[in-house]
Each structure stands twice: as structure tokens, then as C-alpha cells.
């Protein structure tokens, strides 16, 4: 599986961004995929998580910082994961991966396949 991630750049406190990761290689259906990020001199941390289950069930799983201002869906007929941003805050500066997995992607799990990252920038 190979993660192509965009969508990164500068915003402000407040404002909204929108991530993409396109996936190509296996099945994309057959994967789960989600967000993780770093930022500089922190652990990485876990931030959203969307798994297929089976006739077009999708469960999302999100890290406590992010919840509900955060919003991850995908388009599987662009083989894409979305991560909406909206309410940033300056804690929210960090590099975005885009990660995958046979098993879910939720918070304690280190996902197989990783992406490069993208850089969100919130400033004041």
C-alpha cells in the first residue's frame, strides 16, 4: 500500500484544513486508514481513525484532542481518506501522517503502512 498525503499548509487559530491521502496498491476497501501526527519534541500521537467492516459499514475512532472538531470519511471510489480540521488551535501544529492497516487504526496500535507526512501549521 502506497499513501500519498496533502493538504497541509498555514492557518489560522480558529480556521479550517482539510487533509487528503490518496492510496493505491491492495484492495482499498480491505484497509483500514486514519491520522497520526508528531509535532516537534512530542510523542506522536494518535489522531483519527476510519475501519471498513462490511457492507458499507464504517466505524470512526478519534484521539480525545481531536474530538468533535475533527472529522475523518473517505471516498472509495477515489481510494481517499479525509481528515476535516476545523477549529485548530496552535496545539494542533504538528505533522500529519497518513497511515494504514489490515487491523483498525485507533490509538495504541502502531499502523503498518505510513505515509510522508504533511506539515499543518496553525498560527495566532
Known amino acids: 500500500v502506497q499513501l500519498q498525503a496533502s493538504g497541509g499548509g498555514l492557518v489560522q487559530a480558529g480556521g479550517s484544513l482539510r487533509l487528503s491521502c490518496a492510496a493505491s496498491g491492495r484492495a482499498f476497501s480491505a484497509y483500514s486508514m486514519g491520522w497520526f501526527r508528531q509535532a516537534p519534541g512530542k510523542e506522536r500521537e494518535f489522531v483519527a481513525g476510519?475501519?471498513?467492516?462490511?457492507?458499507?459499514?464504517?466505524?470512526?475512532y478519534y484521539g480525545d484532542s481531536v474530538k468533535g472538531r475533527f472529522i475523518i470519511f473517505r471516498d472509495s471510489a477515489k481510494n481517499t481518506v479525509y481528515l476535516q480540521m476545523d477549529s485548530l488551535t496552535l496545539e494542533d501544529t504538528s505533522v500529519y501522517y497518513c497511515v494504514a492497516d489490515s487491523s483498525p487504526v485507533q490509538a495504541g496500535r502502531d499502523p503498518r503502512y505510513w505515509g510522508q507526512g504533511t506539515l499543518v501549521t496553525v498560527s495566532s
Open positions: 476510519i475501519h471498513w467492516s462490511g457492507s458499507n459499514t464504517f466505524y470512526a
